[in-house]
T-cell receptor, first 117, second 114 residues
Framework: DVKVTQSSRYLVKRTGEKVFLECVQDMDHENMFWYRQDPGLGLRLIYFSYDVKMKEKGDIPEGYSVSREKKERFSLILESASTNQTSMYLC????????????????FGPGTRLTVT | DQQVKQNSPSLSVQEGRISILNCDYTNSMFDYFLWYKKYPAEGPTFLISISSIKDKNEDGRFTVFLNKSAKHLSLHIVPSQPGDSAVYFCAASASGGSQGNLIFGKGTKLSVKP
């Protein structure tokens, strides 16, 4: 079974703190993604990565950065947390096409509920 | 502009009846569509998908229909069960576009009442 784990299920941070959200997948997937989910807004892509040390901006990258030093690990960084970054953060991974998995299927972690006060 | 639209934020259905969740898209380059199910405090899980070369795909109680000319797809759940109560996300991808990226709709919250 594909497993995507996220470092914390619940996190409470103060405004201005630097926040690290860690994601690890165990299926040797090339692609990794960070989303945030907010009521009425669905899943919005923050950043994604197709390979180690590669990153691409998604739809809402402002206020975030990412790091992918190893294939299995993708970190999301909030440089200076703000209250409007209170949200559910979801990490996902997927394979390049042709590797036998369901095409385009992304496997999600359980999510981190971040509250910034 | 939203490329994948789920216009019904919520749907309530009686147990045993059919649930129909709808999704519209605007990008004609989309050629693969997926449905995800999400329970509160959990990550989304893959439910069913369909390629644009098909118009129907069935998996147990779940069937997805694709109408390419109308740029519309729907998920049918028959019979609906209380455990189906969740948020359902429609997602689309274009094989010629950013590799592996999915565009998600905003979701429809399904409530199945016993």
């Amino acid at each position: 079974d594909v497993k995507v784990t996220q470092s914390s299920r619940y996190l409470v941070k103060r405004t201005g703190e630097k926040v690290f959200l860690e994601c690890v997948q165990d299926m040797d997937h090339e692609n990794m993604f960070w989303y945030r989910q907010d009521p009425g807004l669905g899943l919005r892509l923050i950043y994604f990565s197709y390979d180690v040390k590669m990153k691409e901006k998604g739809d809402i990258p402002e206020g975030y950065s990412v790091s992918r030093e190893k294939k299995e690990r993708f970190s999301l960084i909030l440089e200076s947390a703000s209250t409007n970054q209170t949200s559910m953060y979801l990490c996902a991974s997927s394979v390049l096409l042709g590797r036998g998995f369901q095409p385009y299927e992304q496997y999600f972690g359980p999510g981190t509920r971040l509250t910034v006060t | 502009d939203q490329q994948v639209k789920q216009n019904s934020p919520s749907l309530s259905v009686q147990e045993g009846r059919i649930s129909i969740l709808n999704c519209d898209y605007t990008n004609s380059m989309f050629d693969y569509f997926l449905w995800y199910k999400k329970y509160p405090a959990e990550g989304p899980t893959f439910l069913i998908s369909i390629s644009s070369i098909k118009d129907k795909n069935e998996d147990g109680r779940f069937t997805v229909f694709l109408n390419k000319s109308a740029k519309h797809l729907s998920l049918h759940i028959v019979p609906s069960q209380p455990g189906d109560s969740a948020v359902y996300f429609c997602a689309a991808s274009a094989s010629g576009g950013s590799q592996g990226n999915l565009i998600f709709g905003k979701g429809t919250k399904l409530s199945v009442k016993p």
